[in-house]
């Protein structure tokens, strides 16, 4: 069951391929990340904090503590890309988070 992301927009920017899945990528199928710990905290590939997890939203916390790096894990397979799921609905910011920069979201358009 694929499980969708959204920015505080509503607008589709990340997707796991399964609920508890390691990997994390953006809606064109481009690996954007990984949860190294197995919980809701995401890393870059390179091991950059990307987001957390918050319902079906994907916030980077201004305040998140460092854990270190995790190392590289090896990229996954391409997961195709996931069908349009719709827009979400417009939520507020929760106190100390943002949306994740488009840069992390859409690596190969930043660099």
């Excluded at 694929?2 to 199928?29: C, K, M």
């Excluded at 201004?62 to 069908?83: D, K, L, M």
């Excluded at 943002?98 to 992390?104: A, K, L, M, R, W």
Aim: negative net charge; proline residues 12%.
């Amino acid at each position: 069951m694929t499980v969708y992301l959204h920015d505080s927009q509503g607008v589709w920017i990340a997707f796991r391929t399964e609920p508890r899945a390691r990997d994390l990528f953006n809606p064109d199928g481009d690996w954007i990340g990984w949860f190294p710990w197995g919980d809701d905290d995401a890393v870059t590939p390179g091991g950059d904090y990307l987001g957390t997890i918050r319902g079906d939203r994907l916030f980077a916390q201004s305040s998140h503590r460092y854990r270190g790096n995790p190392g590289y894990p090896g990229a996954p397979s391409y997961p195709g890309t996931a069908p349009y799921p719709g827009a979400a609905s417009y939520t507020g910011l929760p106190d100390d988070c943002d949306d994740v920069p488009s840069s992390f979201l859409w690596p190969h358009l930043a660099s």
